[in-house]
């Protein structure tokens, strides 16, 4: 093999560790470079794309440099080092992709000015696909594409140059790039808007779902991964309570329906180390089910909130509780999770507020078979303006397989038996607003929600915590199914919990109080669109 040639001391810098926001902020204005020429969901996959490349070409570097030590220390002769250096398992066997020489940052910065930017970038994407199978498919190969600007192209790789994910003793790259990746699809969430809820869900609902779960170990499910926050947090979850090592305590299994956004989630869980099965392509949970054997222990997903054009397939054996309308899938998300679970499987689900209560094309008959067998754990009304992507106020829904003292996952005793009961907790007060337009859970509320849920459920984690449960009104509340039922088995918590004192509801903030009726009223109109369409429909029917 040739000698290997030595870097120059100038580059030297290059493996120096960036903050996260020094990292942030020269990428965003990467961002803005392609910003005026193409659209958000374009420059969302341009951006994260060269992020990605930029890591895994850092990260190679990173490692090649330990290796090139523990060889000095070991004694190996100048003239091997090439060879050990060049070994593809000394690299996948640290979890660091392998990175062709030609797909090495140093060799696509160099090659940037040359006028064919665009086709270096996509062969580089190609040879890091081909040398890795776990990214098969995934990588974008869109750079030399007749309606990219090269010249901003060109400059957006000069201005990555200067972004180094090399880590540090008290930050790995890995998370250094996790936490850059992670702002980055919540600010292109918040730019493209509405449809920015098809692949983000706010962290701190993500949060939320995971405390109240705890998924420890086992398999996780999400049936609409979007870009895999999720498991993301899953993961994160383990690591902050039994340490790094234990990630791979659960297995990964998800699905997405769109192209782009399964894409983005194939990279963040690369980014995170996360080995997780999302399918070998897209598609539609509902007509095509790419994990349709599984058992899951854990599921947690934000489905897209009352879904009008779906696959509905009135014979499917998931619909064991009901046949879901034609026109809303909130119910068909439920039973599908449902027929997802394990003997001990539990789920915590977003969905629209309605799903608590509605009537409509026989979802109040769903609602009723859910209750009386119950599958339903708690539900948590949730404040207004967590989601920036829509204005429907949203919910939890905690479902669990199995209710008895021995049906939680992973519990060093006997939980509280809880068979006959749903937990129902108020949280629409929580939170603070972060700007004028954004609501987020803070930790104090994260802790007193799932507190709540684990002290009722009477968890490991409740008793070590020396939690007991009580109701606590206008909060939370233990309903037995009898109350549920003579309640018509609307299952919104303010019904059990009490209503808040009137001066104090007299003390909501205009601004709060006018979001949460806008986000009531856009419910409303959903659902008249949806009348309305009965309606024609039968008078079809009539005039035919």
């Given at each position: 093999?040739?000698?290997?040639?030595?870097?120059?001391?100038?580059?030297?810098?290059?493996?120096?560790?960036?903050?996260?926001?020094?990292?942030?902020?020269?990428?965003?204005?990467?961002?803005?470079?392609?910003?005026?020429?193409?659209?958000?969901?374009?420059?969302?996959?341009?951006?994260?794309?060269?992020?990605?490349?930029?890591?895994?070409?850092?990260?190679?570097?990173?490692?090649?440099?330990?290796?090139?030590?523990?060889?000095?220390?070991?004694?190996?002769?100048?003239?091997?080092?090439?060879?050990?250096?060049?070994?593809?398992?000394?690299?996948?066997?640290?979890?660091?992709?392998?990175?062709?020489?030609?797909?090495?940052?140093?060799?696509?910065?160099?090659?940037?000015?040359?006028?064919?930017?665009?086709?270096?970038?996509d062969q580089a994407m190609d040879a890091i696909m081909k040398a890795n199978p776990s990214l098969t498919g995934v990588l974008p190969k869109i750079f030399n594409k007749d309606n990219v600007d090269k010249k901003r192209l060109a400059e957006l790789v000069d201005l990555i140059t200067d972004a180094r994910f090399g880590g540090s003793d008290d930050k790995p790259a890995q998370d250094v790039l996790g936490e850059v990746y992670e702002y980055f699809l919540g600010n292109f969430a918040r730019a493209e808007g509405k449809r920015g809820g098809e692949f983000y869900t706010p962290s701190s609902v993500v949060r939320l779902l995971v405390e109240v779960l705890?998924?420890?170990?086992?398999?996780?499910?999400?049936?609409?991964?979007?870009?895999?926050?999720?498991?993301?947090?899953?993961?994160?979850?383990?690591?902050?309570?039994?340490?790094?090592?234990?990630?791979?305590?659960?297995?990964?299994?998800?699905?997405?329906?769109?192209?782009?956004?399964?894409?983005?989630?194939?990279?963040?869980?690369?980014?995170?180390?996360?080995?997780?099965?999302?399918?070998?392509?897209?598609?539609?949970?509902?007509?095509?089910?790419?994990?349709?054997?599984?058992?899951?222990?854990?599921?947690?997903?934000?489905?897209?909130?009352?879904?009008?054009?779906?696959?509905?397939?009135?014979?499917?054996?998931?619909?064991?509780?009901?046949?879901?309308?034609?026109?809303?899938?909130?119910?068909?998300?439920?039973?599908?999770?449902?027929?997802?679970?394990?003997?001990r499987g539990t789920a915590g689900v977003v969905l629209a507020n309605g799903s608590m209560s509605s009537q409509q094309s026989g979802e109040g008959e769903i609602r009723q078979a859910l209750v009386d067998g119950d599958m339903v754990a708690c539900m948590v009304a949730l404040p207004a303006q967590l989601f920036r992507t829509t204005a429907i106020p949203a919910c939890l829904w905690f479902m669990a397989k199995d209710k008895s003292p021995g049906g939680v996952k992973g519990q060093k005793a006997a939980a509280a038996d809880r068979r006959g009961e749903i937990l129902f907790i108020d949280a629409r007060d929580m939170g603070e607003m972060v700007d004028r337009t954004e609501r987020v859970l803070t930790d104090a509320d994260l802790a007193k929600i799932a507190g709540t849920y684990h002290a009722w459920r009477g968890t490991t984690s409740a008793k070590d915590a020396g939690e007991t449960y009580t109701d606590v009104p206008g909060f939370c509340a233990s309903a037995s199914l009898k109350t549920v039922q003579e309640h018509g088995y609307v299952l919104t918590p303010g019904r059990y919990v009490g209503a808040a004192a009137a001066e104090e509801e007299d003390a909501e903030a205009v601004s709060e109080k006018i979001a949460r009726l806008t986000g009531e009223l856009y419910e409303l109109f959903d659902k008249s669109d949806e009348l309305a369409k009965t309606v024609r429909e039968q008078l079809g029917r009539i005039g035919g």
């Open positions: 093999m040739p000698p290997r040639k030595k870097k120059p001391a100038d580059q030297a810098e290059l493996f120096t560790a960036s903050t996260p926001k020094e990292i942030q902020a020269i990428l965003w204005k990467a961002a803005d470079k392609l910003r005026g020429s193409m659209d958000a969901n374009q420059y969302k996959e341009f951006v994260l794309g060269l992020i990605f490349l930029k890591y895994v070409s850092d990260a190679f570097e990173e490692r090649r440099e330990q290796l090139a030590k523990e060889l000095a220390e070991e004694g190996i002769a100048e003239d091997r080092l090439e060879e050990f250096l060049e070994d593809q398992d000394e690299y996948t066997g640290h979890h660091v992709f392998w990175v062709p020489e030609s797909a090495r940052w140093s060799s696509i910065s160099a090659n940037a000015k040359s006028g064919n930017v665009g086709e270096v970038l705890e998924p420890y170990e086992g398999r996780v499910y999400d049936p609409a991964c979007g870009s895999g926050g999720m498991f993301v947090q899953a993961a994160k979850f383990i690591e902050a309570h039994r340490g790094r090592g234990h990630k791979a305590d659960i297995s990964v299994y998800g699905q997405e329906l769109n192209e782009r956004t399964w894409r983005l989630a194939k990279m963040n869980l690369a980014i995170h180390g996360i080995d997780g099965n999302l399918a070998a392509r897209w598609g539609d949970t509902f007509a095509d089910d790419k994990h349709p054997d599984l058992k899951a222990d854990y599921v947690m997903a934000n489905p897209p909130f009352n879904i009008k054009d779906w696959a509905r397939n009135e014979s499917d054996p998931r619909w064991k509780y009901g046949v879901p309308p034609r026109g809303n899938a909130n119910y068909a998300w439920l039973q599908h999770m449902i027929s997802k679970l394990g003997e």
